[in-house]
């Protein structure tokens, strides 16, 4: 006989796995450090490629006064004038990244929370 | 109100019913639709405004992800801007690719927008953006109308500046630094990014509030904040936007706004309980509106074949007449049946011929015992029934509950006739 209830729960699980459930049983495997670190360096990698894109631009803009004063600016403070630029930006983006990666993986973990107490329930209703 | 509501709940069943078909024809439109634009706008590759082309990559884009739209989209115009000069491609290329890396990672969904904002803008609607996210986005939202903006006022400034473009022919560098002056320099481009963004937050703020018409006023206080800071920015910068359409865009993004929130958030504050109650650690004060539906009257849509329904009398006829031939009195009343029955499915269709067929069942039954007398009184009932129950439904032709209460009459007390004589039998 149909169990009504049993049905619902089954539908909504399977709704559930079918749209959200699947990147968050895939989120679910690994710890938050592993999770958290991974999209950091991912995030890392992102950051580096745009501010090369935007140093590159920066350079591109006034190409020629950069090639004529080359020779006389102090290269050095220039590389370190860069290298803050680029640890403020990367920086600055990896710690956003950490927030918004580490709210997500909680919001993951409760959902899947309540999944996993759904299936224990319907383990239950089988067992009746 | 009601009507509308009624047809609100006909789309929406609609779609349910179709989405499967539905939703790759929606991502063919608007692939179709933002490849029409921007080879409208920015048509400088004569060779892909061909519409087969056009045809082709719409139709791709049709059962590929609603992703891949922006991303041909985005394929477009660098195209065209590649026929029109390459610097102008290298920049719009890494502009996009910057917007990619930074901000889109984290909201892929969001992606849609990034195209969405610039055809709005196309479309003289562009206020609708800020509203419309506002009210069922989240404030992350404003970094995806602000690239949408962005972009289009890049596009726009390469558009309206092509021919000084074009007059600065090897001058590579001398066109890189205009193309990025264009876009850093864009006054109007700061200060509509700035209105958006506040708009966005705005309608955020007063749409979580927990008053009625939350939404209503949030699209209100939003729009006039948008007119505001945008008349406030053309005042501060010369931004030389036109009034009159600010004024007329805002509106019709208004009621577009309000059409969004028909579809999204429908309540009926007439209604509106509030409760209070405690637990443990908790007291609760619960404001409950009901949201505004009502149930569509349902069409039951009947198919008469007769042809069909005829076919199932005359299978039934042998069957009957090979039962009748053991007993008299069954014959008689089995042919008055499937009389009763021929003339039903002539006058009704389907569910009258099932119910023939129960009759005839019911016939089949009497004439089951074969030996015994009683067996006629076990079965002359289900007969009664069975031809009463044509009787009702010649009565009343029309209306379906009362035949298949007729039918399902006729069948159960067919079943208590087999029942009583298999009783008969035992005893």
């Given at each position: ?18 749209h ?71 920086g ?8 918004v ?20 329930k319907?383990?239950?209703i089988?067992?009746? | ?55 082709v ?28 000069s ?19 990672r ?11 904002t ?60 205009y ?16 209105a ?66 028909f ?16 637990d ?8 409950a ?16 074949n ?122």
């Amino acid at each position: 006989m149909l169990n009504e209830e049993r049905i619902i729960l089954m539908t909504h699980m399977a709704s559930y796995e079918e749209h959200e459930g699947k990147k968050n049983v895939i989120v679910g495997n690994y710890f938050r450090s592993d999770y958290i670190g991974f999209q950091v360096l991912k995030s890392i990698i992102s950051a580096s490629i745009a501010f090369v894109i935007v140093f590159g631009m920066f350079i591109f803009y006034d190409f020629e006064a950069f090639m004529q004063d080359i020779y006389k600016m102090d290269l050095l403070a220039f590389a370190k004038n860069v290298l803050i630029a680029y640890f403020l930006m990367v920086g600055g983006y990896a710690v956003v990244t950490y927030i918004v990666y580490w709210i997500r993986y909680n919001k993951v973990k409760k959902s899947l929370k309540c999944y996993y107490s759904n299936l224990k329930k319907l383990s239950g209703i089988y067992e009746k | 109100m009601t009507k509308l509501l009624v047809a609100r709940e006909y789309i929406k069943n609609f779609y349910s019913k179709y989405e499967i078909y539905l939703w790759p024809v929606c991502k063919f439109l608007f692939a179709f639709i933002a490849l029409i634009i921007i080879n409208g706008e920015i048509g400088y590759m004569h060779r892909i405004e061909n519409m087969a082309i056009v045809l082709v990559v719409a139709l791709m884009c049709s059962f590929l992800p609603m992703g891949c739209a922006v991303v041909f989209s985005g394929l477009f115009v660098l195209l065209h801007l590649y026929a029109l000069s390459m610097e102008c491609a290298l920049v719009a290329f890494m502009l996009m690719l910057v917007m990619v890396l930074l901000y889109f990672r984290f909201a892929p969904k969001d992606f849609i927008i990034l195209l969405l904002t610039p055809i709005a803008f196309v479309l003289k609607i562009p206020y609708i953006m800020p509203l419309a996210m506002g009210l069922v986005g989240t404030p992350a939202s404003l970094f995806s109308v602000g690239c949408g903006t962005i972009l289009y006022f890049f596009l726009n400034f390469i558009n309206e500046n092509n021919t000084t473009i074009n007059a600065m022919e090897d001058e590579i560098a001398a066109k890189f630094r205009y193309l990025i002056d264009g876009l850093i320099d864009n006054k109007a481009m700061l200060v509509t990014v700035a209105a958006f963004a506040v708009t966005l937050i705005v309608v955020y703020v007063i749409r979580r509030m927990s008053v009625d018409h939350s939404w209503t006023i949030a699209m209100v206080a939003g729009s006039l904040v948008n007119v505001m800071m945008l008349l406030i920015g053309d005042l501060m910068y010369d931004t030389k936007v036109s009034i009159v359409g600010i004024l007329i865009g805002s509106i019709v993004s208004f009621f577009l706004a309000k059409a969004l929130q028909f579809f999204v958030f429908s309540v009926d504050y007439s209604r509106t309980e509030r409760v209070q109650f405690e637990d443990d650690e908790y007291y609760y004060y619960v404001k409950a509106i009901p949201k505004l539906s009502v149930a569509t009257p349902a069409k039951t849509v009947k198919k008469i074949n007769t042809q069909k329904s005829q076919n199932v009398v005359t299978k039934t006829a042998p069957k009957t007449v090979n039962t009748v031939n053991n007993t008299g009195r069954a014959r008689t009343e089995t042919v008055h049946t499937t009389g009763t029955a021929s003339t039903a499915s002539r006058m009704g269709g389907g569910t009258y011929s099932t119910a023939a067929s129960h009759t005839t069942g019911a016939s089949h039954t009497t004439g089951a015992p074969r030996t015994t007398g009683t067996s006629y009184s076990a079965g002359a009932r289900p007969h009664t029934a069975a031809s009463r129950t044509v009787g009702t439904a010649q009565e009343s032709a029309r209306p379906v509950s009362t035949v298949r209460t007729a039918n399902s009459v006729a069948g159960r007390t067919a079943q208590r006739g087999d029942e009583r004589g298999s009783l008969n039998r035992d005893k």
